[in-house]
């Protein structure tokens, strides 16, 4: 059974730092892309950042210059460095696997799956 476990949200002051982490566990073969996306109250979900297995990054402009996504292949784990919050941050921010290919006895399977979400609130 594949899972994506977050951690690292929390409370922080405008201008403050947080680190998401999101590790994927199970029968994995591949993962084209891992990323985050975040729903604020009365919003649609919008991607804030997302990266390749090849390591190409694709950032939401509102996050340019602030936040920083990273991966690490071999332990199918996406981070979300995120500097300088500020208030409009806050939002539930959710680990994205995409195109994730698994192993479920004898065959392979590929569909995208999404962990819990993880609370951010940026004070102002």
């Known amino acids: 059974q594949v899972q994506l476990v977050e951690s690292g949200g929390g409370l922080v002051q405008a201008g403050g730092s947080l680190r998401l982490s999101c590790a994927a566990s199970?029968?994995?073969?591949?993962?084209?892309?891992m990323g985050w996306y975040r729903q604020a109250p009365g919003k649609q979900r919008e991607l804030v950042a997302a990266v390749t297995s090849g390591g190409t990054t694709n950032y939401a402009d509102s996050v340019k210059g602030r936040f920083t996504v990273s991966r690490d292949n071999a332990k199918n784990t996406v981070y979300l460095q995120m500097n300088n919050l500020k208030p409009e941050d806050t939002a539930v921010y959710y680990c994205?696997?995409?195109?994730?290919?698994?192993?479920?006895?004898?065959?392979?399977?590929?569909?995208?799956?999404w962990g819990q979400g993880t609370q951010v609130t940026v004070s102002s």
């Open positions: 199970g029968s994995i073969f591949s993962i084209a892309a």
């Open positions: 994205n696997a995409d195109d994730l290919v698994y192993r479920r006895a004898s065959y392979y399977y590929t569909r995208d799956f």
